[in-house]
């Protein structure tokens, strides 16, 4: 990894410590990986490009607790019917089953750490997802991919993870049931081993 604080850069995308996804403007630091995923929580440092627009849709983890701490730029979060936002030094938690987003809300770039607790698969997802970006899938400014059966094959296995909250989530499960099995026909999978550590 580099060094504390900095930015990693590099042309392997697949490595011990970090992942980059640079349509969406974000790089990823693994920074402590729980030893038990089930029950510890996954760290990391993270870092948003600077053009309002880099961050994830709203969407809720429905088995993590999230949070974010500052340490340079300007972090907007939505979650809890509010919005806000904090500067360097200042923190934000949010529960499982919240609704929540969050942003560069700076003209700078923004570094952040940050958490979820329990890290269940997270990084194991966040590796696909940030690979198949970089590798040109075409995906939204915030690093979804685009391609439904593809995406359905992938939200079939990490259902625990995320939902968006665009739907509900009956519906999402709905069309990722549906979807999966024909993203499986047309020869999509989860093996990956190109991004996984």
């Known amino acids: 990894m580099s060094d504390a604080g900095e930015r990693p850069t590099g042309t392997s995308y697949v490595d011990d410590d970090w992942v980059s996804s640079p349509p969406a403007g974000k790089t990823v630091a693994f920074t402590d990986r729980p030893d038990d995923p089930e029950r510890d929580p996954l760290r990391f440092e993270m870092w948003l490009d600077a053009d309002g627009s880099h961050g994830p849709m709203a969407h ?29 030094g200042e923190r934000v938690s949010i529960p499982a089953g919240d609704v929540h987003r969050f942003w560069n809300a700076g003209s700078t770039e923004l570094h952040l750490r940050g958490g979820v607790d ?53 519906l999402q499960r709905l069309g990722v049931g549906l979807l999966a099995p024909l993203g499986r026909l047309a020869g999509y999978e989860n093996g990956y081993p190109e991004f996984r550590p």
């Open 118 to 170: 329990p890290g269940l698969r997270t990084e194991t997802f966040m590796r696909i997802t940030y690979g198949l970006a970089r590798d040109g899938h075409p995906v939204t400014p915030s690093g979804m991919l685009l391609n439904c059966l593809r995406l359905a094959v992938l939200l079939a296995e990490f259902d625990d993870m995320l939902y968006l909250a665009a739907a509900p989530v009956w």
């Open 60 to 88: 809720v983890h429905p088995e993590q607790d999230e949070f974010f701490e500052v340490v340079s730029g300007r972090l907007g979060v939505s979650h809890a019917g509010t919005t806000a936002e904090y500067g360097p």
